[in-house]
């Protein structure tokens, strides 16, 4: 039984491969890409200029745009421009992996570990620059003596075995979803596999959220911009 997209190499060539994963998630990077500039090209003409699918498009974004702005604020992210675009991939491209499961033959980037993995490290490189950015290289550096300084390995610890968590979330549930539909889909090949596929697009949908969201809160807590307001 094949657990992950991993294991279908694409193509090799003197021990260089490609595999599935590597495509899907290249193929979702550049459908984002097309779709983000068709949809923000020439943002002040008026909706009605547009199709009528581009004009439901820019308004589905717009929302959106709306939408994680407002949960940033909730966390206490005031300077909200500032990390929109790296949260708000992040959702995308999570959301959109999901949301592909509906194509036939399509397997979600986001049910390997590696492609996990690789999402949790971009959070993990983000939020300290974020940090060093609001907070200056000192304060920040500093966060890791508190609430005394033989808590700097606990608190180094912390921060990876945070971000292995945040990877196995998202993996273990994305990738447990694809293993039922097949079980169910052996099973019963007419009703089953229709329901667990809205229920894994509305999973997968949920962890493109929680994903945000916990990418938010550590950005907050780092960045520490609600106790600077505060001030």
Not at 34 to 52: I, K
Not at 99 to 120: K, M, N, Q, R, V
Not at 175 to 191: Q, R
């Amino acid at each position: 039984m094949q657990l992950s997209s991993d294991q279908t190499v694409l193509w090799a060539w003197h021990g260089l491969k490609i595999n599935l994963t590597i495509a899907t998630t290249w193929g979702l990077m550049i459908v984002l890409t097309v779709l983000s500039r068709l949809l923000t090209h020439n943002m002040a003409r008026p909706l009605s200029h547009d199709g009528r699918i581009m004009a439901h498009g820019r308004s589905l974004l717009e929302w959106l745009v709306s939408f994680m702005d407002e949960q940033m604020r909730e966390v206490g992210l005031a300077d909200t421009e500032r990390y929109l675009p790296f949260v708000g991939t992040v959702f995308l491209f999570v959301a959109a992996s999901s949301l592909a499961t509906i194509l036939p033959g399509y397997e979600p980037p986001t049910a390997s570990l590696s492609t996990t993995a690789a999402l949790a490290i971009c959070v993990l490189v983000a939020v300290p620059l974020f940090g060093i950015r609001v907070r200056g290289v000192g304060a920040w550096l500093r966060e890791y003596l508190q609430p005394v300084p033989i808590m700097l390995p606990f608190n180094i610890i912390s921060e990876l075995t945070r971000t292995l968590a945040l990877a196995m979330r998202l993996f273990g549930n994305m990738m447990g979803d694809g293993m039922i539909l097949g079980i169910l889909l052996s099973i019963a090949p007419l009703f089953f596999p229709v329901v667990m596929k809205l229920l894994g697009l509305l999973t997968g949908m949920v962890q493109a959220y929680i994903f945000s969201i916990l990418t938010m809160v550590y950005i907050a807590a780092v960045a520490g911009e609600r106790e600077m307001e505060k001030v």
